[in-house]
């Protein structure tokens, strides 16, 4: 039996605070687990070390199914972002050992290959129209068959998924949060001659998706989907705050344009309603914030019911170590529909090596045993935890709003 023997964790900043947990077992077999939560990393930190390691040792590290009910029933306290975070680090580490163990990329322990390759989109984005459209054709002309586009807001100082470079998007820039003002009605007119002016530029070969990020009430979300319908977006995303599952009724009553929704949720409870009544086209937990590849796979059988598809969160908070767990999750599901790909910067993919790559628009975990992604202990330790908050937002009368 292998049992573990140690498991701790490692807080890194290689330009953006990453939290990683590396358990290793009685014959000396390693595995990673990708914990970090974007603005509340040391609580999970904490939750692990204080928490959740105590637990760990000793126990039969190819007991994966055991020792996630052990750690979700057990805790009594159910669910929550920071708990599943724990947990799906836990996960992914003893995912990452059994593969190692077998001597095989993680996919095929989860019943092999199911495509050639996880289909990604890139995150285009520019301070206007022309600026956004003209990184989305640098996107296309890199082989990207899907492209998600965010412009700046004329009149708005500031808007999610807009960056001062063009490539790295970072949003959780200040030791406090920044304080940015939103209107929706300023964002709603800008969004359709956006896309209007991007299929003239693009064409029809490309896929192409927005990220609302909460900001619409359920009747406006139904109003811009109507709008975007005769560009055809391949999704939605975030249209209204998820929280009330049922208020994606109302959205679905108005429009065709698919919904993609989740990447804030943490376990199949939180997607259930929107999955049964198939409210939403696409779900986008991802690994780290949805309890480890043993929950996911869990959430896309369900999903898989109802013809809803995987679109996994995929911005630079989510570690290489999240993106490769996503990427054989990807590989293998029977409902996959798309991965976000957010590049990580250079320091960031020095300290965590890996063996995903990129080719035609498509990545690929790589063939190497688990995961396929270690980290390089003594670079990580140069780059020491920095606070970052994700901006908060107000209305122009100076309300709190979603960010
Ligand atoms: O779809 C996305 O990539 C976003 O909504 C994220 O950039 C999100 O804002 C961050 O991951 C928050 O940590
Ligand atoms: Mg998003």
Redo the contacts with the bound molecule.
């Keep these: 039996m292998s049992r573990i023997k140690s498991a701790r964790v490692i807080i890194t900043c290689p330009g953006r605070n990453f939290v990683t947990l590396l358990i290793e077992t009685s014959d000396g077999v390693t595995g990673l687990g990708d914990a970090t939560l974007?603005?509340r990393e040391l609580a999970v930190a904490s939750y692990l070390s204080e928490h959740v390691v105590p637990m760990l040792i000793g126990r039969d590290a190819h007991r994966i199914e055991d020792v996630w009910q052990f750690l979700y029933k057990g805790a009594y306290w159910r669910r929550g972002p920071v708990t599943m975070a724990a947990i799906a680090a836990v996960d992914m580490a003893l995912w990452d050992i059994k593969g190692k163990v077998a001597g095989l990329p993680l996919y095929q322990l989860l019943g092999g290959a199911s495509r050639e390759g996880c289909m990604v989109y890139g995150?285009a984005n520019g301070r206007d129209i022309e600026e956004t459209i003209d990184n989305a054709l640098h996107y296309k002309e890199q082989g990207y068959r899907a492209i998600?586009l965010q412009s700046g807001v004329p009149g708005l100082a500031a808007t999610?998924?807009v960056s001062k470079d063009r490539y790295f998007?970072e949003?959780?820039d200040a030791d406090l949060p920044t304080e940015s003002l939103w209107s929706t009605e300023k964002y709603m007119r800008s969004v359709p001659p956006l896309f209007q002016k991007a299929r003239d530029a693009l064409g029809w070969d490309v896929h192409l998706l927005h990220?609302v990020?909460h900001r619409c009430t359920p009747i406006e979300a139904g109003r811009l989907g109507k709008e975007l319908e005769p560009f055809r977006l391949f999704w939605l995303?975030?249209a209204t705050p998820a929280e009330n599952q049922a208020a994606f009724r109302v959205i679905r009553q108005h429009t065709t344009t698919p919904l993609a929704v989740g990447?804030?949720f943490n376990t199949i409870w939180d997607a259930k309603q929107l999955i049964e009544e198939q409210l939403i086209d696409y779900i986008?937990m991802t690994v780290v914030h949805g309890g480890g590849i043993t929950h996911l796979r869990r959430v896309a059988s369900l999903a898989d019911l109802y013809q809803v598809r995987t679109g996994c969160?995929?911005?630079?908070?989510?570690s290489p170590v999240c993106m490769a767990a996503a990427l054989h999750f990807g590989l293998s599901v029977p409902n996959f529909g798309i991965q976000?790909y957010?590049r990580h910067t250079d320091e960031t993919d020095a300290v965590f090596p890996h063996a995903y790559r990129l080719a035609d628009g498509m990545l690929h975990p790589g063939d190497a045993p688990g995961l396929g992604v270690t980290i390089d202990e003594a670079l990580a330790a140069r780059y020491e935890y920095k606070r970052a908050y994700?901006p908060v937002a107000r209305l122009e009368d100076g309300t709190v709003f979603s960010?």
């Design positions: 974007n603005g995150h998600r999610y998924g998007y949003p959780a990220d990020h995303e975030d990447e804030v986008r969160h995929g911005a630079t908070d989510l976000e957010m994700l960010w």
